[in-house]
């Protein structure tokens, strides 16, 4: 079945650090993959998204890429703030027959002044 | 900027008791969602429903649980019989079209005492 595997948390960095937040996946078929993200008190949003290999998903700084041969779809950003601070999910789409969007646990991020 | 949303915030009810969990998806969207997230676990997906029909459920959501669309805006999650176990956050979700954004409401917290 499919499986998303994002690294423990919680993650605490000082403000304008490089972030990296690690995503693994195993998925049937070509699947599409996404970062949501969690601030305090609200919903899921999301942040960015890659449809294929060696796509690139960008936004508000932060950027991931799809890669097919190591099954990673990894979060990086150059220099974090901290209205950055919130959880931060790896989910893919797989299609494949499915409607459903299978997460990983979340990554608490933490960015202090 | 369309949102969904969920009602009520937080709800603490004994066990054995019937829980309605209400959600107003955005009104174009065709793909309705049910997820939980157990405190400190992954996110899990629960049910999705597309063209008044489930379309997918996992093994999670059992004979005690049921879905509703009753008048082509809300969007219902019904625990019949609550355990325990069925203490988490509840998020409902919606998609205009597969592989698209879903959209997330901010969630029930569910507690059963």
Known sequence: GNSVTQMEGPVTLSEEAFLTINCTYTATGYPSL?????????????????TKADDKGSNKGFEATYRKETTSFHLEKGSVQVSDSAVYFCALFSGAGSYQLTFGKGTKLSVIP | EPEVTQTPSHQVTQMGQEVILRCVPISNHLYFYWYRQILGQKVEFLVSF????????????????????????????????????????YFCASMWQLNTEAFFGQGTRLTVV
């Open chain 1, 34 to 50: 996404f970062w949501y993200v969690q601030y305090p008190g609200e919903g899921l949003q999301l942040l960015l998204k890659a």
């Open chain 2, 50 to 89: 597309y063209n008044n029909e489930i379309s997918e459920k996992s093994e999670i959501f059992d004979d005690q649980f049921s879905v509703e669309r009753p008048d082509g805006s809300n969007f219902t999650l019904k625990i019949r019989s609550t355990k325990l176990e069925d203490s988490a956050m």
